[in-house]
């Protein structure tokens, strides 16, 4: 795996690390090195070094620095010398940026390929809102070789004619930034359906969800019995959908309405008066233990993790826990 080093004036490149963290986990042969005000060149090339004997694998190294042309960049631009091969440093360094080279070290091998590939992300990352208060780019004429296509007419069959579900997810927090950064990355959905009765009325949440999708995929919002109808619909094969629920009890309804989900990743459930906390990110009611017994019993497995880098959780310890803690309160 890319060794990377996240390299800064201050304390921003341990911020960044810990943002990172939040939102894709723990991350191995990854170090931030911060040039401190009472510091100078010479103490930052001894942590760089320092940093990069830490390593499994040194041959490939990715820097990641806030600033070309500082000492920071000047450091790690000596320090290549010789590995220009191999090691690389991308400069500009931003939260978008980060995450993509974290989810690309998985599937790239050299540092040299996730320094190409994340250059684009990290310049997406920068937008405003609103809108119009974006620079004018320059629009060049494109001649359109396809015609539009309007509603396609029902009784179509695209692909197979079965949508597909690369991951359903129940997380009171629906569509954040984990989900749309690690699990989208991991997954590859072209299409996030947030599936709620509530939220579906709600279109202030419905906007806000809608525009929170991450670049190349599309959200929808919709109630638990358009979920079902489209499940059913052949129209509908060509889809790779992530589905979010933000209760057990709605995905126990889809699932129930014939929503053909196998696996359910249990990302968070929010504490509130009546549950009891099991673990970091989810607690548990007396409604809530009987509803996952209950998509147990429809054969449902769980992954119990926020993250795809967290280790998966036992539900059926966490079941416990929760019937224990519940009885004695």
Known sequence: MVGMILASHGEFANGILQSGTMIFGEQPNVKAVTLEPSEGPDDLKAKLEAAIATFDNQDEILFLVDLWGGTPFNQANGLINGHEDKWAIV???????????????????????VATHICEVAREGVKTRPETLEPQKEVKEVVQTVSPQGAIPEGTVLGDGHIKFVLARVDTRLLHGQVATTWTKTTQPNRIIVVSDSVAKDNLRKQMIEQAAPPGVKANVVPVSKMIEVAK?????????????????????????GVDIQELNIGSMAHSLGKVVVNKA?????????????LKKLGITFDVRKVPADSKENMDHLLKKAKDELKNS
């Not at 070290?105 to 540092?111: P, Q, V």
């Not at 607690?283 to 017994?293: F, H, Q, R, Y």
């Open 282 to 294: 989810i607690a548990m009611g007396k409604d809530d233990v009987e509803t996952l017994e209950k």
């Open 91 to 113: 400069t500009g360094l931003n939260l978008p940026m980060l995450i993509e080279a974290y989810a690309s070290r998985m599937s790239m091998e050299t540092a040299h390929e």
């Open 233 to 257: 619909d052949p129209r509908f094969g060509n889809t790779k959908a992530m589905l979010l629920f933000e209760t057990p009890q709605d995905a126990l309804r889809a699932i129930e309405g």
